[in-house]
């Protein structure tokens, strides 16, 4: 905790020194605009106007929120803007305990856009857990070309933390995103319709998902991420709905899962709709407790939602799963099920050493023939 002080007054040292060699017509500090940190008064308008006027300087521009707790309701900004815009958080935001609509903050349609700080948007879930089924997330990017969010917190979201859509060249890294065990949909980072995005160096903890991946998602990498508690890495679930485009070019190297319901995994639906997964890599991987650390569900059907038990539609080709150690909590350490109908396709297996506390750890691989190099523990694909 004491570095994690430190570190974030080096970050706003650095960025205040930053700032007063900044004429000052670029800096747009929320206080300024009748932000209160520490009041009971919503701070909506305060943020709205200080975005507004960065958004429209016509050189770089920052929004600084400065330490201290802000009570802000549903934001929702949009561009173009007509120079770089970062807001730099380094207080907490609250949600309101009953947030209505979709999402808290949603950013949009903004070329060179970041986020950075040591500051936290607080989702205030934890009122709410098991007494609503709200759909609301914490932040949505929508449409943002060339971004960086870094170093932030996102707490207790009461839907999925982050919903990333249509978004292109944006980058995740050092970010902390934590919400109870048993905390419902909330993902850590959900990603579909965009492309070059990369998550780095980031801790999730959190009731679902640490990363999902929808449709039309090309190109990621996520590298150094520790997942825990959650349901792991995630490519999908796919081929539930009409017109998903495909998924391509996923990498998920050098990460760790900590006590996690599954590893990495691809899920797709049975029956219902086709759509195309390929060239998905997992590499450098540790499991430490981890239940099912690889798994291929081509017949996911979460709490019998299913009207049809049919063969999944999913294509799914050009799979790797290399050098992966650790743990397993159970017996099941490979579970690898593809659709009779379009089996997997060119799905590579290499120095997979995964035990159980029984000793009697398992692999189980239907409509698929593996290709199989260096050491694989458990055998039996």
């Known amino acids: 905790m004491a570095a994690t002080i430190r570190f974030c007054l080096l970050v706003s040292l650095f960025a ?31 943020f709205l106007k ?3 006027d960065a958004c429209a300087s016509p050189i770089a521009a920052f929004v600084v929120i400065p330490d201290g707790t802000y009570q802000i309701g549903v934001v929702n900004v949009k561009g173009p803007c007509k120079a770089p815009v970062e807001i730099q958080l380094q207080g907490i935001l609250k949600a309101p305990v009953n947030t209505p609509g979709d999402a808290w903050f949603t950013f949009g349609y903004i070329d060179h856009f970041s986020i950075t700080g040591c500051g936290t948007f607080d989702g205030m879930g934890s009122a709410i857990y098991g007494k609503s089924k709200s759909k609301t997330v914490n932040i949505r990017f929508n449409y943002i ?11 207790d979201s009461k839907q999925f933390h982050i919903n990333v859509l249509g978004c292109k060249n944006l980058i ?11 905390s419902p949909n909330t993902d850590g980072i959900h990603i579909g319709r965009s492309s070059d995005i990369q998550v780095l160096d980031t801790k999730i903890a959190t009731g679902d998902d640490c990363i999902s991946i929808g449709d039309g998602l090309q190109h990621l990498t996520v590298e150094r991420v520790t997942c825990g508690p959650g349901h792991g890495i995630s490519v ?13 070019g996923i990498w998920v190297r050098q990460c760790t899962f900590k006590g996690t319901d599954n590893g990495v995994r691809i899920k797709s639906w049975p029956d219902m709709e086709p759509c195309e997964v390929s060239d998905v ?8 407790n981890v239940c099912n650390p690889i798994i291929i569900d081509q017949v996911y059907c979460p709490s019998n939602e299913c009207k049809s038990k049919g063969p999944s539609k999913v294509t799914i080709r050009d799979v790797s799963f290399k050098n992966i150690k650790g743990t397993v909590r159970g017996d099941d350490a490979i579970m690898i099920s593809c659709s009779p109908a379009h089996p997997c ?9 995964l035990t159980s506390p029984t000793g009697k750890a398992k692999a189980t691989c239907l409509n698929v023939k593996p290709i199989i190099t260096g050491t694989m523990n458990p055998a039996g694909c």
């Open 145 to 155: 070309t060339n971004g960086k969010v870094e170093g932030i917190t996102s707490k």
């Open 172 to 182: 995740f890294c050092k970010m902390t995103i934590i919400a109870p065990a048993d």
């Open 345 to 353: 396709a060119n799905l590579c297996m290499s120095n997979i050493d």
């Open 281 to 288: 890599h997992f590499d450098d991987i540790t499991m430490d």
């Open 236 to 248: 999908g679930s796919l081929g539930r709905y009409p017109n998903e485009a495909p998924v391509q």
């Open 50 to 52: 200080a975005f507004a």
């Open 16 to 46: 205040s020194i930053t700032l007063t060699t900044t004429v000052q017509a670029h800096v747009f500090d929320v206080t300024k605009y009748g932000g209160s940190p520490n009041s009971d008064i919503t701070q909506v308008r305060a």
